[in-house]
């Protein structure tokens, strides 16, 4: 089997829910480029084995393979995939209960995702991080947080709506 096959393949067991068969099977694609040599490559199919790993419940997995994979990207000036990997790895600190430094990470990643102008990555990392805020006592910040998550969206569900108009209200309370 080709290697294109095998990517679409692992794809499509993620996309049928399959995620630790798709975990698995990216994580050998990935081995496959890094032997290449393909290190971008590489780092691409381990996040994607990453998010596997993490909708398949095993968070350790999918931090441990996601490890520093942002710092390809960073080498090669991709902004975009490098923010997307520093959030990946703070997805699972955060389901590792490692709720400090996965804040860190989702910090790091919004830099880099409005460097390359993703909108959407963006204000999903931002309510990520608004939800870790509010866990650790931090009100105002969660709430500059999920104001700054809908500021970023152009279409806003019911629910964001309803939610954006309540942020903005109390934001405008607080700078009275």
Known sequence: MKIEEEIQLAK???QKKRYGESAELFKTIALHFEEEGDYPIAAEMQNNASVAFLMSGNAKLA????KDTHKFFQNVGDEKNCGLAL???AAALEHLGEKGMALELYTMAITHLENAGEVESKAYILKRMSSLQVQQGKQ?????????ALNNLEELSGKEKILKKLTDFVMKLSSR
């Open 87 to 89: 959030g990946n790895q």
């Open 63 to 66: 931090y441990e393979i996601a």
């Open 12 to 14: 499509q067991m993620y």
């Open 140 to 148: 105002l910040e969660a709430l500059g947080s999920m104001t700054s």
